[in-house]
């Protein structure tokens, strides 16, 4: 009965929460954007509500670039939230330990593409 409680724990934990690390690459060239290597670091705040703190690596050193609020669609096995004050939007789609993202702007053009994988 114990095995089958830690089983069925385990298989229940929530797959979001945790450091992901990858890229996040800029889609529109003739901007002041730069194609980066990034780290998330996603925290649940109440059901299905997350909080990510992203990073990025520069010099080796984890710079701070700001938090954005999503929430995930168990549906579709996505996040989504706004950026920049709504003036643009995120939104990832979870599959195992991989989260493919897109980064766009209110008109809908795409800013970044974003790969990370859980650490």
């Known amino acids: 009965m114990v ?3 830690m089983l069925l ?5 929530d797959p979001i929460p945790g450091s992901w690390e990858g890229t996040s690459l800029c889609q529109v060239k003739a901007s002041p954007c730069h ?3 990034v ?3 996603i925290r649940a705040t109440g059901a299905p509500h997350y909080r990510i703190d992203a990073y990025k690596l520069v010099n080796g050193r984890q710079l701070f670039m700001g938090a ?3 929430t995930f669609d168990a549906k579709s096995s996505s996040l989504q939230g706004p950026v920049n004050g709504n003036r643009g939007a995120v939104t ?3 599959k195992g330990a991989h989260l493919s ?3 766009t702007l209110a008109d809908g053009t795409l800013i970044r593409l974003i790969e990370v994988d859980r650490r």
């Open 68 to 70: 954005i609020d999503v």
């Open 9 to 13: 724990a385990a298989a229940s934990a």
């Open 39 to 41: 780290i998330y670091r």
């Open 3 to 5: 095995v089958l409680a």
């Open 101 to 103: 993202g897109r980064l």
């Open 35 to 37: 194609d980066e290597h």
């Open 92 to 94: 990832f789609a979870l």
